[in-house]
């Protein structure tokens, strides 16, 4: 008789830990746009796209965010 290959689902159940930061060549203090932040993930990630980003605070109303990368590093671009 044939046997079937066992099949083995491993689920993460632990979030990511996420670091943010200006990215490269962005000033501190600018009112100057776009705004790019740096994201980088403790391990790679997927479905990381703009639904998943929330902006708050003064002059974000209306503002367009833009995401790009991949795996575990992805820049955040904020206009508008």
Not at 16 to 27: D, E, K, L, M, T
Not at 60 to 71: F, H, K, P, Q, Y
Request: charged share 15%; aromatic share 4%.
């Amino acid at each position: 008789a044939r046997v079937a290959p066992r099949r083995v689902r491993v689920i993460d159940a632990v979030a990511p830990a996420v670091v943010v930061s200006r990215a490269a060549g962005q000033a501190a203090l600018t009112n100057a746009q776009p705004v790019r932040f740096a994201v980088a993930f403790s391990e790679p990630v997927v479905g990381f796209d703009e639904t998943a980003v929330t902006l708050a605070g003064p002059g974000t109303a209306g503002a367009t965010v833009v995401v790009s990368g991949d795996g575990a590093s992805y820049v955040v671009t904020v206009s508008g």
